[in-house]
């Protein structure tokens, strides 16, 4: 692997997550999956990740209140939001609590996101 620094996705839609966890592993990034914030946050071992990424709409605490959660307890590594939905107060208020990018669903730019905010690390 180029990188055994690991990223945490956390998204309810499995098919999502699968994607995204073949598609960072595929660049050689160690990479774990959680269906819930909730799942997430029960895990010691997530909290240390090198890097976030947040699906905006899921049950339960959702990607923007588990962003504040993480910033706000000093998390500062990179962390990315995905939505399905083009909502701009929504980016705003995202990028306002710390996100380094919100890209709506499906992205291709987000593996490039990940490689890139890791290297400079």
Same mark, same amino acid.
Request: aromatic share 4%.
């Given at each position: 692997? +180029? ?6 996705? $956390?998204?309810?839609?499995? @098919? ?5 966890? $073949?598609?960072?592993? #595929?660049?050689?990034?160690? @990479?774990?999956?959680? #269906? ?10 997530? %909290?240390? @990740?090198?890097?976030?990424?947040? /699906? ?8 923007? =209140? ?19 939905? #083009?909502?701009?107060? %929504? +980016?705003?208020?995202?990028? /306002? @609590?710390?996100?380094?990018?919100? %890209?709506? +669903?499906?992205?291709? =730019?987000?593996?490039?996101? $990940? $490689?890139? #905010?890791?290297?400079?690390?």
């Amino acid at each position: 692997m +180029k990188n055994d620094r690991v990223v945490c996705i $956390v998204d309810d839609d499995e @098919a999502v997550r699968d994607s995204i966890l $073949v598609l960072l592993q #595929a660049e050689g990034l160690a @990479a774990c999956a959680f #269906a819930s914030a909730a799942e997430f946050l029960s895990d010691a071992t997530a %909290l240390s @990740a090198a890097c976030y990424i947040l /699906d905006v709409h899921m049950p339960g605490m959702d990607g923007v =209140e588990l962003l504040r959660h993480l910033r706000s307890n000093g998390v500062t590594v990179p962390i990315f939001l995905l939505t399905g939905r #083009a909502d701009p107060g %929504l +980016k705003r208020a995202a990028l /306002d @609590a710390g996100a380094n990018a919100v %890209l709506n +669903k499906p992205t291709a =730019e987000l593996v490039n996101l $990940v $490689v890139a #905010a890791l290297g400079q690390m």
